[in-house]
């Protein structure tokens, strides 16, 4: 072949042109060689043989021939071939019809004369003939050519010699055919031949079952590819053409070859016997079988190929037939060629009216029936051609899919409808295959769930899966395995659709407000979803109300219909067609209710049992496959009169709808009641004498009308029903029972009525209610086969993964957060982390243990993922984590620092809360414990005591991979991003890190627990820091939590210094962003005050460390007193600690200096706290004249503020003395530091007194003034007494204090003088300061008066006098003021004597001039200015 077609200069194929009359030389050359070449093979076979190398034919008559040797007919066919092919010129080729160099050898094939050797040479030819395309299909008579070829080798004939060479001309005989269907003059046979090539090589099959093994192989192989060249055409056929084309009725008998003798036993004949394409079948008519190769002979295979199914019980094997199971050979060798006819043309059949018919008809009743076969073969060949149906043809096969999987796949798929294993494992198998197509699931719940008159298939096959999954008490088997497969791939196919959509958003279902006839509702577009998902909802709304309804009705009927009237499925008045609706329709219905009620003698429940009977289609059915029909929906009653009742119904419909048997109801209505007793007679076992036929036949003489009913019409009824039980009881599990055949007739009917398929595209249009329903027994059961596999099926551990992920990532998707939970619960479990019993080495185990380092990426994953939808799950989750850190598996740096980590000095933090966690240390397992100053989750490992022995490599392998794990499990992001998570989310986590840590106890509790608690701590304070903005939601908790811990700890230790300086530190990240939570957060700081003791003193260094950054940062946002009291009741704590007083009072500075800081609120407050410092000894007595400054400096602030009442009007007197008042609390602040016993800070504490009490500028009243004289006077008298009282040690150079007390007095007087001198006390007042000047006067101090006091109390005395005089306050006019006079000169004459005459001479009369009376008033009030 090879050869001849490299001999043509046009390239391949070329000799197919020539046999199609090309020009070209050389191919018609090549043509002729072959034609020459094969006809001289065929000769010398013949030649081999004795009858043909010289035989006389001639007439015997003695004439010239008698010596001339005449050749055979068939001999000189052949030789004239040679011939002639040598003598057809080079124009003649293209007007040369194939049959004139085909007959010779077609004439050798049909010849009986033959030995099979000369057969097998001819068959050879006409097949490299076929083979090289000889035969084109442009050839003139290429078609009869063709059919000619066909006849003559589907009649072939010859002499068999010997078994070896009957097997090779019948395995030619199969490659010529072969080589028919393939030519590229295929086209050309009509369809009757192909279905002849088709049957005769069904009959080499039959035959080859008593030869060898090789041609058994060879004939089945050959029927195969047959098969598929036919079909494989399907697609290039033209639909136009065909769709005129109409299925007939009649009867066809012309598909097989010609029926001839076999004759002799030693010759072999291919038609002679066998079952022939198309027998009886009436598919197509005779003329449509006589046009070119179409549609109608693939119809007609199918057929014959469904026959072959049927007439397999009823062959008888041949003993010499090899020994294989018959009943499953034939069957599935015929399943085998229409899986090969599905697969090619599958993709075109809707196209062709005829082919779809025979498909969704008769070929999908033989797959039900061949489905439930034991044979686990024809099992998977059947679920195999329907997939490929589904897959191509599902929009055309609704109903029947449905059947499918109702009354195979759910039946065979569980053991308790008796399948066996091997039946379950394929059923299983082919359900998974569904479940990979993505929109298989989508499209059941669509299209039957969704569908009032389906089954809910999508719902069966995923309770199906799930509990396929559970391993019933053995280990994990292949079917927990196939079923966890499936599971996940619906699962998977849900969680791919949800990236292809939006944000989820519930559908809402507007409800029915009244009733209207939903029964035959159809959508009105299946391609676009905003019309198909609305409808679709809405009828899966109105099944479910129907199932409920159902409930009802089984245990009440009155309720049942209230019900259903009350959401508007019936109308408000019952009428009898719309309830015969609701019973014919809805499934799940009591039976054994349903046929009480339809029996019932009341006039609506005869009208509701006539209409029932009207829903029923019984055209064309056999009466007793329409009574199968109408009694398998409910059943029949016991009570004659209501049999009577339901069987006139029956007979009304079907008379009414099959009128040609009968002449009227009443007959059909006898006949049928026969039936029931007969079908009773044969199948009730109480019955031992049953009925014979010739007794039914009996009993229904006459009935028609008066006339009998046919012989064979009764005969075969009667045998359908002893063979086949009419069921009057319903079955248990129904919805998985057989499909009998008048069910399928009922199937059938409703196909044509249904709805449209809804194709479902890659958007979760539905996804939300499917995944409701699977999502608990999908969960369940994924962790059962989990749980229940070993080590080393990874792969199914990692099908168990996706699993719970999809599973995650659609409930957060659909805000389903129950389910989250209850997979992260679930999950928890098989981290092994959780587990508390005592391990060893906890690393090594972990790293070893592949399903728990699974478990624990997959709860990580989710809780990154999915947190905002986790909510009581949160504690396993921190369980795991706290396990994690116990062993010392965290990584070094659980968590990146907060958000604002850059605004402050990481260094200056001893608790820093995102400090290194332990390192695992792989050699020993450490002891640990925590330090007190430690840093965030540090553990010191010290064990020296107990050195463990070196880890092996295995150890240190497990120990890498733990470490992987956990770091792929990324746990610190968690808590970094929780600021995303929702708020419910963000709560429970914040819970949960309290419930984790537990509750405080005052005793020393164990390490290990104050680990754990110090752990969660920094983790709750590190969540609480990265959700600055929701504060509100975790403060309380927060607080609570840390209030426990400060009031339950009376020792130092690592927990509460991370919650008190946690406090700290979540205040000074929080201040500047929350004003409406300053005050709370600063009240939180007075936890800190109500530190035991002992831990108050450990960390008061770092506290007031902490606090003076807080005011730094801080100070402009706290506005209340309260805020300020708490501050400063802070740093007042650090005065007297040696460690702490230099930042606290760091801190003061920064508040009070220039009175940045300082405000009416807190005023006081720090003055309080200077006054603090200043009396404090720990620091330097500089530091006290520091803050006596700042006491002293602060008076400005009060001037200030005074000033801005004046100006700014309004309340200006209540503010102002509120002033004074904050200036009375100063000035009583420094009295009491001006007796410290500190020379220089006491002296400086008199001075800044006097510096306050002489300012001018802030309003003070007399009442006021006369106040501050009492202070002044109880501060001299402290004075006076520690003067004479004290040793001069404890109080060195008191003279200075004490000149520098009477100086003050007398200046302060001076100042309020013209304020005080109009009130009624001033005359007390002033006898007081004479009378405390007198005592200063006299003072002692060592046993002698001071001579600095002696000299200048004179001094200012006189100051005194002379302003007094100066102001007219001291003068001698009136009787009135003599007793004043009187008394200042007598207790002034007590200090200094001399005054009075200096001041008042005789002769002036008491008065004085006015010059001198203003250089007195100078001169004093000169000296005033140089004492300040």
Sequence with gaps: MGGLRAASPSGAGSGAVAGAGSDHGAPRLAMACVLASEAATVLAVMRRNVRWAGVRYGDGDGGAGDDEHLDHPLVAGLKALRRRAAAWGHGRWAGVEPLLYLRPFLDVVRSDETGAPITGAALSSLHKILTLDLVGPGAPGAAEAMAAVVDAVTACRFEVTDPASEEAVLARVLQVLLACVRSRAAPALANHHVCTIVNTCFRVVQQAGTKGELLQRVSRQTMQEVIRTVFARLPDIDVTVLSEEQVAGGKNQCLGAEETENGKSDYVCLNSSGHEVGDGSGVVQDKDLMEPFGVPCMVEILQFLCSLLNIAEDIEVNPKMNPIDFDEDVPLFALGLINSAIELSASSIHRHKKLLAFVQDELFLNLMHFGLSMSPLILSTVCSIVFTLFYHLRHELKLQIEA????????????????????????????????????????????????????????????????????????????????????????????????????????????????????????????????????VHQQKSIKRK?????????????????????????????????????????????????????????????????????????????????????????????????????????????????????????????????????????????????????????????????????????????????????????????????????????????????????????????????????????????????????????????????????????????????VLNDLVVALSKFTTLLNTSYIDDPVTAFGEDTKARMATEAVFTIATAYGDHIRSGWRNIIDCILRLHKIGLLPGRLTGDTADDQESSSESLPGKLTSSAPQVLPIITPRKTYGLMGRFSQLLYLDAEEPRSQPTEEQLAAQRNASKTVKKCQIGTIFTESKFLQADSLSNLARALIQ???????????????????????????????????????WQDVFEHITHIVQSTVMPCNLVEKAVFGLLHICQRLLPYKANLVDDLLRSLQLILKLDARVADAYCENITLEVTRLVKANATHIKSQMGWRTIISLLCITARHPDASDAGFEALVFIMSEGAHLSPAHFILSVEASRQ????????????????????????????????????????????????????????????????????????????????????????????????????????????????????????????????????????????????????????????????????????????????????????????????????????????????????????????????????????????????????????????????
């Design 404 to 535: 499918f999987f109702s009354c195979v796949i759910l039946r065979l798929a569980q053991s308790r409808y008796g399948a066996s294993y091997q039946q379950q494992e394929v059923a299983l198998e082919a359900l998974i295959d569904f479940c990979r197509q993505k929109e298989f699931m989508a499209e059941m719940y669509a299209n039957m769930d969704c569908d009032l008159q389906c089954s809910n298939i999508f719902e069966e096959l995923a309770n199906l899966l799930s509990k396929s999954a559970f391993p019933v008490n053995s280990p994990l088997s292949a079917l927990n395995v196939l079923a966890l497969d499936g599971l996940v791939a619906v699962i998977q196919a849900m969680a791919q659709r949800t990236d292809n959509a939006p944000q989820h958003h519930e559908q809402t279902v507007p409800e029915i407000s009244e009733y209207f006839p939903f029964w035959q509702l159809k959508c009105e577009s299946s391609n676009d979803p905003d019309q198909w998902v609305k409808f």
């Design 546 to 818: 129907l199932m409920v309804g159902v409930e009802h009705f089984n245990r009440d009927k009155r309720k049942g219909f209230e019900y259903l009237q009350g959401v508007h499925l019936l109308p408000e008045k019952l009428d009898p067609h719309n309830v015969a609706l609701f019973f014919r329709y809805t499934p799940g219905l009591d039976k054994n209710l349903l046929g009480e009620y339809l029996g019932n003698h009341d006039e609506f429940s005869i009208q509701v049992l006539h209409e029932f009977a009207r829903t029923f289609d019984f055209k064309d059915m056999n009466l007793d496959a329409a009574l199968r029909l109408f009694l398998e929906t409910f059943r029949l009653p016991g009570e004659s009169q209501k049999i009577q009742r339901i069987l006139e119904a029956f007979s009304e419909r079907y008379y009414e709808q099959s009128p040609q048997m009968f002449v009227n109801r009443d007959a059909a209505l006898v006949l049928s009641y026969s039936v029931i007793l007969l079908n009773t007679d044969q199948h009730n076992v109480r019955v031992k004498k049953k009925m014979t036929e010739e007794d039914f036949i009996r009993n229904n003489r006459r009935i028609n009308g008066g006339n009998d009913l046919p012989r064979e019409f009764l005969s075969e009824l009667y045998y359908s029903i002893c063979q086949n039980e009419i069921k009057t009881i319903p079955e248990k599990g129904a919805g998985c029972s057989e499909m009998s055949f008048s069910r399928w007739v009922d199937l059938m009917w409703r196909s044509k009525r249904t709805s449209m398929y809804i194709a479902c595209d890659s958007y979760p249009f539905l996804d939300h209610d499917m995944f409701s329903v699977m999502a608990g027994p999908t969960v369940a059961a994924v962790s059962v086969v989990f749980d229940n596999v070993e080590h080393g099926h990874e792969e199914v551990l990692t099908g168990c993964i996706d699993g719970f992920l999809s599973v995650a990532k659609l409930a957060a998707f659909y805000h389903l957060d129950d």
């Design 996 to 1034: 984790a840590a537990g509750r405080p106890q005052k005793i020393t509790s164990s390490l290990d627990d104050e680990g754990i608690a110090v752990f969660c701590l920094e983790l709750l304070i590190i969540v609480t820091l990265n959700n600055r903005d929701r504060i509100v939601l975790l």
């Design 1173 to 1428: 410092f200043a009396e404090s000894r720990v620091g330097s007595a500089e530091r006290s004249i520091h803050a006596l400054n700042l006491m002293a400096d602060s008076v400005n602030c009060l001037l200030r503020w005074s000033r801005e009442v004046r100006e700014a009007g309004g309340e200006a007197d209540r503010i102002l003395e509120g002033i004074a008042e904050m200036w009375l609390r100063l000035v009583q602040a420094l009295r009491k530091v001006c007796v410290d016993q500190r020379e220089e800070v006491r002296n400086h504490a008199l001075l800044s007194l006097h510096r306050c009490l002489v300012v001018d500028g802030i309003s003070v009243k007399s009442s006021t003034w006369l106040m501050a004289f009492d202070i002044i006077f109880q501060l001299l008298d402290e004075l006076l007494e520690i003067a004479q009282s004290y040793s001069p040690k404890d109080f060195r150079n008191m003279e200075v204090s004490l000149l520098h007390a009477v100086k003050l007095l007398c200046k302060v007087f001076l100042q309020s003088l013209k304020d005080l001198s109009g009130q009624g006390s001033f005359d007390k007042l002033w006898l007081e300061v004479l009378d405390m000047i007198e005592k200063f006067m006299k003072v002692k101090v060592r046993g002698r008066r001071t001579e600095k006091l002696q000299e200048a109390i004179p001094e200012l005395v006189k100051n005194i006098l002379m302003v007094m005089k100066a102001s007219g306050i001291l003068s001698k006019t009136g009787a009135s003021e003599n007793s004043f006079w009187e008394a200042t000169w007598l207790q002034v004459n007590k200090i200094v004597p001399s005054l009075q005459s200096e001041f008042f001479p005789d002769n002036e009369d008491g008065s004085t001039t006015q010059v001198e009376e203003n250089k007195l008033d100078t001169q004093a009030q000169s000296d005033q200015n140089n004492d300040q």
